[in-house]
């Protein structure tokens, strides 16, 4: 703690991996004996660099830019770019830390990193964002390769931002290097399903969750959480299963929509004309914008929290408890406080942690490194049916494991676990390094 002063999120995301891996550290001593938990917490190499750039009005411009390349046991590091005007290396390092794990879960060949920016890209025009991610690259290019460190997209980075990337490192290294980036246009080398693949596979992640109770996802009332690339294609897929989704939110507030949001209109205003959510309302009768209002505080039976850290805490939780809910699906990274996670185990809830459910866009991330490598392209229905089973293996060796382990039905348990051997068997493979 001392070493990682003040990174209050990468305590909590370390705490609640360490507090359930006792069990396999009691039936493997060598882990100890090799420090494989030390290790595993102290990234391999943090990057901390300047962004100077300069704006529409000519003024110059300093953002701060990071990469943490926390753990290359199973394969280059691999994780997205965030820039939000949140982010410190404290955020940086617990999404990179989770990172590790979910990428052991998905059973490719990827080890863990993050990175991202203080920069908000809200309210900047396309060639602010273009000026400021040719001066992120410009310093970022010599750390990244397709063999060694594979960043993707993240919250306010998505195809636009990886486009602008992937033009300036084509540039500084004349090298067409389709597998240095993912999250691509399916146009120059993206995979497709990939823009799909986390909302997708949190809602296949669920229903998996549901079957073991042998429920179904027609019909459920559903709220999902923010109006990014992971909550838009959650809501799609869950309104294919004909689940009936009622929220949705951004940072200003929450739509309530209770005919079913139409998602349409969504994709218009945040893919095409990167609107506020509250616009909403002014393309569809019926519906109410709740100007910062609590969207767990609308009953549903299946929640989906898809916008950003620990944004449902105990009291939320116990309200969607009171409400009738069945269970939770995480499209975002650690969206839900310990005290959360703990009122819905308690409950009985099937919570499915983000480091499970939302490892669908990763692993689809690695399905488009995969069709780089052989210069191929997969086509929708195919891409899709892998992500599907990727997505049924982790549940299963989430559940599998749980049980093995004395605690059934412990998603949270299930996957450290799996995540945990994976990297750690590769560790002491490879002696003290
Ligand atoms: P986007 O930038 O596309 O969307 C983020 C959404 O969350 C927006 O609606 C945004 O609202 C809202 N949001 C962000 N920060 C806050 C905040 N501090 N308070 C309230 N709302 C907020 O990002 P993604 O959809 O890609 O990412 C969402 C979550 O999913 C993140 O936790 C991310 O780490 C996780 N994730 C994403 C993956 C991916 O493939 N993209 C893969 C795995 C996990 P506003 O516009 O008002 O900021």
Not at 56 to 66: A, H, S
Not at 195 to 221: C, D, P, S
Not at 339 to 362: H, R, S, T
Request: aromatic share 10%; glycine share 12%.
């Amino acid at each position: 703690i001392k070493r990682n002063q003040g990174e209050h999120e990468f305590h909590q995301a370390v705490k609640e991996v360490i507090e359930t891996l006792e069990p396999v550290l009691r039936k493997h001593p060598e882990y100890a004996d090799h420090k494989i938990i030390e290790r595993i917490c102290e990234p391999e190499r943090q990057i901390i660099f300047r962004v100077p750039w300069v704006d529409d009005k000519g003024e110059v411009q300093i953002n701060r830019g990071f990469r943490v390349e926390f753990n290359s046991a199973l394969g280059p590091y691999k994780g997205g770019l965030r820039f939000h005007p949140s982010v410190t290396l404290g955020t940086i390092k617990f999404l990179g830390f989770e990172q590790i794990f979910k990428n052991a879960l998905t059973g490719l060949p990827i080890g863990g990193g993050k990175g991202g920016s203080d920069f908000d890209p809200k309210g900047k025009s396309d060639a602010e964002v273009m000026r400021f991610v040719q001066s992120f690259i410009l310093e970022l290019y010599r750390h990244i390769g397709e063999h060694t460190d594979v960043p993707a997209g993240d919250i306010g980075v998505g195809a636009r931002e990886i486009g602008y990337m992937f033009g300036q490192y084509k540039r500084i290294t004349n090298r067409y290097e389709s597998g240095v980036l993912t999250g691509k246009s399916p146009a120059w080398g993206g995979a497709l399903v990939r823009k799909e693949a986390t909302g997708y596979g949190a809602v296949f992640f669920l229903e998996e969750m549901l079957k073991t109770r042998g429920i179904g996802l027609e019909g459920k009332t559903c709220v999902v959480s923010g109006s990014g690339n992971v909550a838009i294609y959650a809501i799609e897929k869950l309104q294919q299963y004909g689940a009936k989704v009622v929220a949705c939110s951004d940072s200003n507030g929450v739509i309530y929509d209770p005919a079913g949001i139409d998602l349409e209109i969504v994709k218009q205003l945040k893919e095409v004309e990167r609107k506020r959510i509250s616009d909403y309302v002014k393309l569809r009768g019926g519906a109410t914008f709740i100007e910062n209002g609590n969207i767990w505080d609308i009953p549903c039976e299946l929640a989906l929290p898809c916008a950003t850290q620990n944004e449902l805490d105990g009291g939320d939780a116990q309200t969607l408890v009171k409400n009738g809910l069945l269970a939770v699906s995480e499209g975002a990274n650690m969206p839900s406080t310990p005290e959360a996670i703990k009122v819905f185990q308690d409950a009985g809830i099937a919570y499915g942690l983000g480091k499970a459910a939302n490892a669908g866009g990763v692993a689809t991330s690695a399905l488009e490194m995969q069709q780089n490598a052989s210069r191929d392209s997969w086509s929708f229905e195919y891409s899709e049916e892998r992500l599907k089973v990727i997505m049924q293996n982790i549940h299963q060796n989430c559940y599998d494991t749980a049980e093995e382990y004395g605690s059934k039905g412990n998603y949270v348990l299930g996957a450290n676990i799996v995540g945990f051997r994976r990297v750690a068997e590769a560790m002491l493979a490879f002696g003290v390094v």
